[in-house]
Every structure is written in C-alpha cells, then in structure tokens.
C-alpha cells in the first residue's frame, strides 16, 4: 500500500541493516548485559553459579542457550525475599528513575524498576515503533491506554511524542469523552485495546457518526486478535477510512512495543537489535523450526533497570525472517500473539488457539464486538458453545443462513461442531482490557466469572 520511498523509517542505520550485522550487534550488547547482570545482581549469580556459567562463556548469539531461563515466579519470589526490588534488579536505589508496576492480576505486582537511560531508550524504541506506523508530526495522537501504575500508557505516550506528533493523554475510560476528543480534536490516530476498538467501532457506527473521524492510524495491542486478516477486515468496516491498523505488542516486564507492524501491515517488526528473541517448542525447550509456533523467549540487551535474560513470556506465536516492502530487515511476528502457552485449550482432543475463535468471531458483518466461547463436558465429549451477539435484526431465513455459515467455518477450522448461540446485542459482558471469553467448565469456571471480571474493570 504505502511504498518505502514515501514511509519514514526513525533509525534506518539499525533498522534495515543486513541479517549478519545485526546478529554481530546482538552478540555485542548480549556479552555486554550478561557481564553486567554478574556484576551488579546476586539472583544472576546464583543462577549462573547454579550451572557452572561465566559470564566470559558468552561470547555471541549462538551462545544464548547456555543461559539459564527466567519465569516470572522467580522475579517474585526474588522481590518477596528482598523488597522492595528483589535481587535481580541490577540498578542502584539512586540510578532508579521511575517504578512502575505490573496489574498484579495474577498475584503481588511486580515492580519494574527504570533509570533514566532506559527511559530514554525505550523512548527512541517507541518513536521508531510509531514511525513504522506512520505516526509522526502531522498526527493528533489520542493515547487511549492506562497510565497510573503500569508502563505502557506512559511510556508509549514519550514515544508518540518523540516522533513529533502532538499527545493527547487520554487515559483508559469514559468513553462520552474519548468520542467528544476524537471528533473535535480532530485525533488522526490512536491507540487502545482491540476490544476497546470495536466498541469504540461500534458507537460511532450507532450513532451514525464513521465519516466525522479524521483517524489515518490506529494502534492496537494488549490481547491476542489483531494481528490476523479477519480482525482487521472487521475493524475495517468499522472504521473504513483508517489507512493503517498495526498490531503492536511486548511484554511489560521486558519493554512496551517490542515489535510494531509498519504500514505493508504484513506482520509487527521485532527490536531484534535490543530483544533478542527466541521461538521454542514449549515440551523441549529447543529451538522450533524456523517459521513453526512455539513459546516466545524474550532477552533484553538494553534495558539495565531490571533487565530479563531468557524471560519466558508464555505466549505463542511464530516469527519470518521473509523480505518486508518497507525495507525493514527486522523479522516479523505475522500473525501476532497465537494465545497464551498455558491458555490454548483442547477440544476433542484438537488444539484451539483463542486467537483462531475470535478470527471466526470477526469474519461475520452480522456478529457484534462481544462473544462467549464456553466448554463443557456434560458426557462423554466436549462441547463447545460459541455465544455470540447479533449486530441487528436479522429475518429468520438470513438467521438460518447465518448459523450454517458460522457452523461450516468451525467445523473447518476446529474439525468439530460447535453449539452456536445467538444474543441480542448489550447481552455479553464488554471488558476494556484482558477479556474473559473463554469458560472453560471442565475446569470449574461460570459465566458469572466474566460477568465478575468486567464489572471489576468498570470500577477501576
Ligand atoms: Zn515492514
């Protein structure tokens, strides 16, 4: 769509430098933060000393398999023995700028500490994720994400506008007021959950108001589901005059947008140069084929706050290393986030990735935003039932027709039956972020948990 010559690339001397340089950089700053979490961090030397490792072992990429993993129940553990900060923190109290923390959905937040270089270094990494975009001066960039407590809506909201574009800090919530700033500030792109996005889709649709948007860019990240065809042909419809929709994502732990699509829109370009990533198969822990799906591994060679090495993130997905028109030489995530690596569920004995259900979800016009997927196994079998929510009223013939399409995609891509169910729209419980759509009953879950979760999310 949009050809390099016209497309701004923030820091081409990095960006589309050849596969062997970069792997030559990575090598460099890998062997410069594994000397530099020895010497500052006592949980990296217990780790390295558990296996017999010196810091000197590791000398390139090649040598990134000898380090150990880290989980995320490790940096708790070390904060809890040693707090506030835990000892694998490798930043002095003065040097430590900014702590932010994780949602702690899960359990005690983690804090995350960062100096005041890696502020900065997050900064350029952001602005250089908008520019892939296409995010710049000429945009009134609406930042529609959290900014108390965690990292991303603040540190996105210092890239956006390292790059030029004015900021407007919109924050996550109150929606009258997101729809007033988007019409009369004239917003040209934003940022929010994709399940915010359809929301959002759907009230200005409602109200009759798509061609009072001024938007040119619209940025997504934070759940599984953008990334895919069938997400953006439907948030295409929703928003018909957007020229870009980029799935962009990371791990907050690690950093904010690790990788970003540029506007070919063929996949999030990853920061190898500062993220080192790895794809392993989640039985062996050995590398996957190239290509193939496996557990991304993240080891950040920047970062020098709390920097992760072998941070196993538990999601999975899949990289390509192919040629981007952009001219980009950064691999590629092309089909983002593919689901958790401890939520894929198995049905009958098949795989079904979330990401594939709500593809499904998204490639019929008549379906609303919001869905249900429960599983149950009130026999022998599982049954899956998707419950879904009618975009308005339909004939009962077009209703009959639609059930048989729906069920012919299921069975196609699942090679099962699914019970469907229609809803009136409103039916469903709508969550602005970290949805709950999947029950899962065979493990003791209800309805009544995502109706719990998105009243909680209301509050907050
Ligand atoms: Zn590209």
Same mark, same amino acid.
């Given at each position: 769509?949009?050809?390099?010559?016209?497309?701004?690339?923030?820091?081409?001397?990095?960006?589309?430098?050849?596969?062997?340089?970069?792997?030559?950089?990575?090598?460099?700053?890998?062997?410069?933060?594994? $000397?530099?979490?020895?010497?500052?961090?006592?949980?990296?030397? /217990?780790? =390295?000393? !558990?296996? %017999?490792?010196? *810091?000197? &072992?590791?000398?390139?990429?090649?040598?990134?398999?000898?380090?150990?993993?880290?989980?995320?129940?490790?940096?708790?553990?070390?904060?809890?023995?040693?707090?506030?900060?835990?000892?694998?923190?490798?930043?002095?109290?003065?040097?430590?700028?900014?702590?932010?923390?994780?949602?702690?959905?899960?359990?005690?937040?983690?804090?995350?500490?960062?100096?005041? $270089?890696?502020?900065?270094?997050?900064?350029?990494?952001?602005? /250089?994720? =908008?520019? !892939?975009? %296409?995010?710049? *001066?000429? &945009?009134?960039?609406?930042?529609?994400?959290?900014?108390?407590?965690?990292?991303?809506?603040?540190?996105?909201?210092?890239?956006?506008?390292?790059?030029?574009?004015?900021?407007?800090?919109?924050?996550?919530?109150?929606?009258?007021?997101?729809?007033?700033?988007?019409?009369?500030?004239?917003?040209?792109?934003?940022?929010?959950?994709?399940?915010?996005?359809?929301?959002?889709?759907?009230?200005?649709?409602?109200?009759?108001?798509?061609?009072?948007?001024?938007?040119?860019?619209?940025?997504?990240?934070?759940?599984?589901?953008?990334?895919?065809?069938?997400?953006?042909?439907?948030?295409?419809?929703?928003?018909?005059?957007?020229?870009?929709?980029?799935?962009?994502?990371?791990?907050?732990?690690?950093?904010?947008?690790?990788?970003?699509?540029?506007?070919?829109?063929?996949?999030?370009?990853?920061?190898?140069?500062?993220?080192?990533?790895?794809?392993?198969?989640?039985?062996?822990?050995?590398?996957?084929?190239?290509?193939?799906?496996?557990?991304?591994?993240?080891?950040?060679?920047?970062?020098?706050?709390?920097?992760?090495?072998?941070?196993?993130?538990?999601?999975?997905?899949?990289?390509?290393?192919?040629?981007?028109?952009?001219?980009?030489?950064?691999?590629?995530?092309?089909?983002?986030?593919?689901?958790?690596?401890?939520?894929?569920?198995?049905?009958?004995?098949?795989?079904?990735?979330?990401?594939?259900?709500?593809?499904?979800?998204?490639?019929?016009?008549?379906?609303?935003?919001?869905?249900?997927?429960?599983?149950?196994?009130?026999?022998?079998?599982?049954?899956?039932?998707?419950?879904?929510?009618?975009?308005?009223?339909?004939?009962?013939?077009?209703?009959?027709?639609?059930?048989?399409?729906?069920?012919?995609?299921?069975?196609?891509?699942?090679?099962?039956?699914?019970?469907?169910?229609?809803?009136?729209?409103?039916?469903?419980?709508?969550?602005?972020?970290?949805?709950?759509?999947?029950?899962?009953?065979?493990?003791?879950?209800?309805?009544?948990?995502?109706?719990?979760?998105?009243?909680?999310?209301?509050?907050?």
């Amino acid at each position: 769509m949009t050809t390099s010559t016209t497309a701004r690339i923030w820091k081409p001397e990095i960006e589309t430098m050849s596969r062997e340089e970069l792997r030559e950089l990575q090598g460099r700053r890998l062997r410069e933060q594994v $000397a530099y979490v020895h010497e500052r961090s006592p949980f990296y030397r /217990r780790k =390295f000393a !558990a296996i %017999g490792l010196e *810091p000197g &072992d590791v000398q390139g990429v090649d040598d990134l398999r000898k380090l150990p993993f880290i989980s995320k129940d490790e940096l708790r553990r070390s904060q809890d023995e040693t707090p506030p900060f835990g000892d694998h923190v490798c930043a002095t109290r003065e040097e430590i700028a900014w702590l932010p923390s994780t949602s702690g959905t899960t359990g005690t937040p983690l804090l995350l500490p960062r100096t005041a $270089a890696d502020i900065e270094t997050w900064t350029e990494l952001n602005a /250089r994720a =908008f520019t !892939a975009v %296409g995010i710049g *001066p000429d &945009d009134i960039y609406q930042n529609i994400l959290t900014y108390n407590w965690i990292y991303g809506g603040m540190a996105l909201h210092l890239g956006a506008q390292r790059t030029g574009a004015v900021v407007v800090n919109a924050g996550m919530g109150n929606t009258e007021k997101q729809i007033w700033a988007l019409k009369y500030m004239g917003t040209t792109a934003f940022h929010a959950t994709p399940s915010y996005l359809i929301h959002l889709g759907n009230r200005f649709a409602e109200a009759g108001e798509t061609d009072q948007l001024k938007v040119r860019s619209i940025v997504a990240g934070g759940e599984v589901g953008m990334a895919g065809a069938e997400a953006k042909a439907r948030l295409r419809r929703l928003f018909p005059r957007v020229e870009t929709l980029a799935d962009v994502g990371g791990v907050t732990d690690v950093g904010t947008m690790i990788w970003a699509e540029c506007r070919e829109m063929c996949g999030g370009h990853l920061a190898e140069d500062s993220v080192i990533c790895e794809i392993l198969d989640t039985e062996t822990g050995e590398p996957v084929a190239p290509g193939e799906v496996g557990e991304l591994v993240f080891t950040d060679v920047v970062t020098k706050g709390a920097p992760l090495l072998r941070y196993k993130v538990n999601d999975l997905t899949r990289v390509d290393e192919a040629h981007c028109d952009c001219g980009r030489t950064l691999a590629r995530i092309p089909d983002g986030i593919l689901g958790r690596a401890d939520d894929m569920i198995t049905v009958r004995a098949a795989n079904v990735y979330p990401s594939a259900i709500d593809e499904i979800v998204k490639s019929f016009a008549e379906i609303r935003g919001e869905y249900q997927v429960i599983i149950d196994k009130p026999g022998d079998l599982d049954v899956m039932t998707l419950r879904l929510e009618r975009a308005g009223d339909l004939s009962a013939e077009a209703e009959r027709d639609l059930l048989r399409r729906i069920d012919d995609r299921v069975k196609m891509n699942f090679g099962s039956r699914a019970e469907i169910e229609l809803l009136d729209p409103g039916t469903l419980p709508t969550f602005v972020y970290k949805a709950k759509r999947i029950i899962d009953k065979r493990k003791g879950e209800s309805e009544q948990d995502a109706v719990d979760k998105a009243a909680e999310q209301q509050r907050g």
